[in-house]
């Protein structure tokens, strides 16, 4: 659920915190993708849809489209709604693309 401490001056939720959302999901797809540690280095492409109002419940879904020698592309998708339930709508689509570490931190094979 989205807090008043998430609010930007319109009321609605701030685009920062959205993001910060995106990227815990992106990073939680790519860690299970690539069976270990991964890192984002790009957003390829970030779209608010819809506000997304303070007091809503925020739901990020993801896939990974692709997958390279190293790096995958993720696909999210964030819906908000009511906390009672009903209908969801899409607030805000992006395209991640994250690449999975070694131990040193350095560029791995995603297996």
Not at 2 to 13: D, H, I, R, Y
Not at 16 to 44: H, N
């Amino acid at each position: 659920m989205t807090l008043p401490s998430e609010a930007n001056l319109n009321g609605g939720v701030f685009g920062g915190w959205i993001m910060a959302e995106l990227d815990k999901a992106a990073g939680l797809l790519g860690m299970r993708r690539a069976k270990g540690a991964c890192a984002t280095v790009a957003v390829e492409n970030l779209r608010f849809v819809a506000a997304l109002k303070v007091g809503e419940e925020f739901s990020v879904y993801g896939q990974v489209e692709s997958v390279g020698r190293s790096s995958m592309r993720l696909k999210l998708d964030g819906f908000a709604g009511s906390p009672a339930g009903g209908e969801r709508r899409r607030v805000v689509e992006a395209l991640f693309v994250s690449v999975a570490l070694d131990e040193a931190g350095r560029a791995r094979p995603v297996p």
